[in-house]
């Protein structure tokens, strides 16, 4: 073992990125409808939240919303936001009050930081206007449970 892969892996066991490995994305349908809700009431602007999560026996759990503020123009903020350092927000979830539910580049940028699921609802903000994607920008599937705990 090198010296590097000797660091990379204490790196590995600070900060739990093996639990960074999941096959299922589930969200309670509670934060589902949280965020339907947020993106309604702040229509025609953006809203942009986090997402309170875990991953057991290889299932990304999302549990709930960190909220922020209301941002008025993605492109201008939301590249700026930093994560909060809670350690269980897993990803984002934002609004685009448009037809549209594809990250900009900004939003690209902005989930490469952190994260392992980022969301956006486009106009109307039903369930369906709802998409998925990991960090690198590529769509993910998700599942939705009506179970709260
Ligand atoms: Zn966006």
């Given at each position: 073992m090198t010296f590097y892969k000797k660091i990379i892996d204490w790196l590995k066991k600070l900060f739990e990125l093996e639990k960074y490995d999941f096959e299922r994305i589930i969200f309670t349908k509670e934060v589902i409808e949280a965020i339907i809700e947020l993106a309604r009431m702040t229509s025609p602007n953006e809203f942009i939240a986090f997402l309170q999560g875990k991953v057991r026996k290889r299932t990304l759990r999302i549990h709930g919303l960190a909220y922020q503020e209301y941002f008025a123009n993605e492109n201008s903020t939301l590249a700026k936001i930093n994560f909060p350092l809670?350690?269980?927000i897993v990803g984002s979830v934002h609004s685009h009050p448009g037809p549209s539910n594809k990250p900009?580049?900004?939003?690209?940028?902005?989930?490469?930081?952190?994260?392992?699921?980022?969301?956006?609802?486009?106009?109307p903000y039903t369930e369906k206007d709802i998409q998925a994607?990991?960090?690198?920008?590529?769509?993910?599937?998700?599942?939705?449970t009506p179970e709260t705990s």
């Open positions: 809670t350690s269980s900009s580049r900004a939003d690209l940028h902005f989930f490469s930081k952190r994260g392992m699921v980022h969301l956006i609802i486009k106009k994607y990991d960090a690198k920008g590529n769509k993910i599937m998700f599942e939705i």
